[in-house]
Structures are given as C-alpha cells and as structure tokens.
C-alpha cells in the first residue's frame, strides 16, 4: 500500500524546506508533522530530542509513510544516527528516514572559494559539532566556524523576525561568527526557520559573503534519493496531496504557517505527545 512522503519539523521551520520539495517534486503525496507543542528543541538534551523526534517519526509511519525526512537540525544532529541504527533494524526495517545534515555537507564545499565556511545554527546542533564532522568526511580542506544563534528561533517563532528589535540580535551573532575570521566566504543557515531572516542577515554582512539556505539542496538529494532507490519511489503515493498536523493549536499553526510554507494551509491537532 502506498503513503505519503513524511517531512518532520519540531515546529515550522521544516516548512521551508518543505516548500523547495514540493516545488522540486510537486508529484508525490506529503503529510507534514510539527511538534510544536513541545518546540522549540534547539536546547533540549540529545535524549529528550530522541525521544521526541523517535514519537513524532512513530505517528507518522502510523499514518503510512514509508519515507520520512527531518527537516529539522536539531533532530538530524541528535537523533537520526539512532533510529536508523536502532529503531529501525528492530521496528521497521522497510521504512527509511533521512536527514538535512549529509545532504548539505556532501555539497557545501562546492560553495566556498575560500574554503572556510560559517554555519549558523541553535545550541543543540553547534554543540553536536555535526556539521564539522559531516563536512570534514567530503571537504577535508574545507575550515569550519560555528555560531550558535538562540534568540533567533523565538523571535521568528513570535512574529517578531521583521521587528527592528530582531536586527540587534541578527547583528550580534554575525558579527561573533565573523570576528577575526574574514576568510569566511559561504554561510550555511543550520535551521530551517532561519530563511526568513535572510535579507536581515545580507544586510549586515560584508560584500562577498554568500548565504546558503537548506531547501534546494535537501529536496534536490530526495530526488536523487528516489531515483537511486525504485523500490522506494514505488511505495509514495503520486496523488499532489498535502497534509498538516501538529501537536500544538491548530489554529496558531495555520496563522504562522504561511509565513514559512507560502501559501495558507489547513492543519490538524494531534494529541498524546507529552513533555
């Protein structure tokens, strides 16, 4: 029986990468899960973002999917390695799910002239140091300077990322990043709310510098991801579907949605995750 693809966020962000997936691969069925009744995971312990992210992953193979995507980085740092190691071999050894983080590092060094990059990113996925360890597999010459950004999820989860407020604190963690670093060319955004600070983060970075978002890239890999794999692309549902659910209200998902996904959608509340 065939399903829709699952993409996985801890709240909205994942919508951005959702969007470049269905404009790339506007063919398959979609079912999108937002913990936002749990969110934000940036600052969760690895064991506490297992745990959550393994749940969510859970319902979602419930509903069918055989194929889920963690568009999330938190979750793809802390907790993709075990369920594909653990869960699963053990529960469900035909289903498969991805990350953001390989697919990004395999294709980041073809960005840098210079060859050191700056990744943005929340705590948990700074402190993870996956990226330099995924990015140091493909571009071993490639240098690799982190900063973590915790103020930014809230304000964009708050509405507040288009405030003149917001610009004090994109500034500041730009400006942390770059001190003493002015060989840094390439800037990957390491979470997916982050695009929508994007012409904040331009306007105070120096000429040069190029800022990479996750979605092209993470829908391009699923594309080569279901041409590599047939047996894959076989069990997704080809019916344009989209489905929204979230663990939090309904109606506050719908109202921020639009914001990450670009166009206005329909959610549902789903019960049962607890903190």
């Known amino acids: 029986m065939k399903g829709p ?5 801890s709240g909205y962000g994942g919508l951005t990468v959702f969007k470049s997936i269905v ?8 079912l999108y899960f937002g913990d936002n009744g749990r969110a934000p995971y940036g600052d969760r312990s690895f064991e506490t973002v297992y745990q959550y992210t393994w749940e969510c992953v859970r319902w979602m193979f419930e509903q069918g999917c055989p194929l889920v995507i963690l568009a999330c980085n938190t979750a793809s740092a802390k907790a993709l390695r075990s369920i594909q190691q653990k869960e699963l071999l053990q529960n469900y050894p035909d289903n498969r799910v991805l990350g953001v983080i390989r697919p990004t590092a395999e294709t980041i060094g073809a960005f840098t002239q210079t060859g050191h990059v700056g990744v943005l990113g929340t705590r948990g996925t700074v402190r993870s140091e996956s990226y330099p360890i995924e990015i140091a597999k493909f571009f071993p010459e490639v240098s690799v300077s982190q900063q973590s950004c915790p ?15 917001a610009d004090y604190f994109v500034k500041k963690y730009l400006d942390e990043l ?13 979470c997916t709310h982050y695009p929508l600070l994007v012409s904040k983060i331009r306007r105070y970075l120096p000429a040069g510098i190029s800022v990479i978002s996750q979605g092209a890239i993470v829908a391009s890999s699923l594309e080569e991801y279901l041409n590599r794999h047939p047996e894959m692309a076989a069990r997704v549902a080809t019916g344009e579907r989209r489905e929204f659910f979230t663990s939090g209200d309904a109606a506050s998902f719908e109202e921020h949605a639009s914001a990450f996904f670009g166009s206005a959608i ?10």
Not at 151 to 165: C, F, K, M, R, T
């Open 5 to 9: 693809i699952g993409i996985f966020d």
């Open 23 to 30: 404009e790339r691969l506007p063919q398959y069925d979609y």
């Open 151 to 165: 103020l930014w999820v809230p304000l964009i989860e708050n509405n507040e990322h288009e405030s003149a407020g």
């Open 178 to 190: 770059l001190s003493g670093r002015p060989d840094i060319d390439t800037l990957l955004l390491a």
């Open 266 to 275: 329909e959610a549902r509340a789903v019960g049962g995750f607890q903190k």
